[in-house]
């Protein structure tokens, strides 16, 4: 709202996706303030503390899951993360060349977010049907003192299913008619 009424466009002329967005027309709108050599820090730093944050995030559910698997990992934790990040390291130098920009957008657009859905969608059927909703509410009881109600049994076994495959479908079709 800010570039559209500094620069009078539409909003939808101002405002686009994805790294533009955070790189360009954040940054633009930014340089425009008053105080903008320090907004500009605020931003950049509150940038950096959400992308380490989220890496951390991720990477501390591959160390435990890797480490409950193989206890060897665990006697050397520190070798281990090492080793982690330092593949991170080695699978991240492509986006810093010139087509880095088409390979963050690739992975963002084919490979995030359909692997998260189809992730999140086994879940939710390997939960709520191989494992059982009647064997999940009773270890739900087991720790909490209750079983869950007839709203959250219905979510995990129609609701969230269902509306993941719709998901997956329609981001399936998004795909294939995107030109």
């Known amino acids: ?3 559209s009424e500094i620069s009078g466009r539409d909003i939808k ?27 500009a820090v605020f931003f950049f730093l509150m940038l950096l503390t959400l992308g380490l944050d989220s890496s951390f995030g ?19 934790r520190e070798w281990f993360v090492g080793i ?4 991170y390291f080695i699978i991240g130098i492509p986006s810093c060349t010139d087509a880095g920009v088409y390979f963050v957008e690739l992975l963002q657009n084919y490979a995030a977010f359909y692997s998260i859905i189809i992730a999140v969608l086994f879940e939710a059927i390997a939960v709520s049907w ?11 009881k087991e720790m909490l003192g209750t079983k869950p109600g ?30």
Request: aromatic fraction near 16%; charged fraction near 15%; include cysteine.
């Open 13 to 39: 002329d101002v405002a686009e996706q994805g790294s533009t967005l955070v790189f360009i027309v954040y940054p633009e709108a930014i340089a425009t303030m008053p105080w903008a050599p320090v907004w």
């Open 130 to 140: 191989l494992y059982g909703i009647t064997r999940i509410s009773e270890d739900i």
């Open 150 to 179: 007839k709203f959250w049994i219905i979510t995990w076994c129609l609701v969230a299913p269902l509306f993941l495959g719709v998901i997956k479908k329609d981001h399936m079709f998004f795909l294939m008619n995107d030109p």
């Open 84 to 87: 982690l990040f330092s593949f």
């Open 58 to 76: 991720g990477s501390e559910a591959i160390i435990t899951a890797l480490s409950d698997v193989f206890p060897v990992l665990r006697q050397h």
């Open 1 to 3: 709202g800010y570039m």
